[in-house]
């Protein structure tokens, strides 16, 4: 009655109620039980297209599709800055459970370069996937047979060498060979590693740390050679089986990328329950069986919180490496 009388009085009010109530409704369709993201979600990949990280950011975005039906992955490469601007932009999604970021070592050494002011703890850890190991190449015709022989020429004269990003995993190990060997490299910093293989082959740099993704082509033609892996052993793959471990070589170093997916910062558990649970479909499809194979990827799975610890810990060990004195 009270209703009826107002609608006489307000003509229009019920209707606008009606209205106010079903979009206040829309906006919380999410609110009770199970969290889905709402229309296409977008993939963000830190670096240009080309490189080992934008192959990881595709293959994944693929296989989350393949993993939960009726899902949208759109990839997005950001690149500059050595990642730097790739990762800005996720900090403009805080909440937003819409996005999602193909991650890997470099959210832990742009921080401690002082390069940066965020942080991986500015970002929801969703999931490592793969590790992905280094080679250490050079052009057919090169005077070098192997990572003995860089460090030697690095003692008497200048080696270049080229690096995806000034402050990736390139940048680390080069460091630990610098500090390990008492050597000093010329650095010539890359945006991807899809920008390194021509510069080797070009002469415009003696030697790249490559994945084997992004060289195994040139491997394969002769064009390129490897030197030695900065893996802890040598590859099980026939392709790779016989380059030897930087340790083999008298270098004590060994370091890998990992491969994995980050969120924004400041989502709930229902979003982050959710993406942790997708993630953890996306290794038994065959899109990412595929990828591993054919980039010579090693499968290793960490989620939500133990991803997090596991970053935590390499960024400890990172930190004595990398961190700029205050």
Known sequence: MRAAVLALLIPGLIPGLLLGVTACGAGNANTGGEWKPRGDVRMIVPFAAGGGSDLAGRAVAAALEKAQPGLKVTVENREGGSGAVGYSAMLGKKGN???LLAT??????????????????????????????????VKKDSP????????????????????????????????MIEQKTGVKFQRVP??????????????????????????????????????????DKRY??????????????????????????????????????YWEGAAKGVTKTAEFQKWLKDNYLQQSELYGDAFGSYLDQVGTDLEPLLKKPS
């Open 190 to 231: 890359f945006e991807s590693g899809g920008e390194l293989v021509p510069a080797v082959l070009g002469g415009q740099i003696q030697i790249a740390l490559l994945n084997p993704g992004e060289v195994i082509g040139q491997f394969r033609s002769g064009d390129l050679r490897g030197l030695c892996v900065t893996t």
């Open 236 to 273: 099980a793959y026939p392709e790779l089986a016989g380059l030897p471990t930087a340790k083999e070589q008298g270098i004590d170093v060994s370091y890998v990328q990992f491969r994995g997916i980050f969120a924004p910062g400041g989502l709930d558990g229902r979003e982050r329950a």
């Open 104 to 137: 890997e070592n470099a959210i832990l050494s742009l921080p401690l370069s002082g390069q940066v002011s965020f942080s991986r703890k500015d970002f929801t850890p969703v999931a490592k996937l793969a590790e992905d190991g280094g080679i250490l190449v």
């Open 144 to 175: 070098y047979k192997s990572c003995s022989d860089v460090v030697n020429a690095a003692k008497g004269g200048r080696v270049s060498v080229g690096m995806s990003g000034a402050f990736g995993v390139d940048n680390v190990i080069f460091t």
């Open 97 to 99: 459970g819409n996005y």
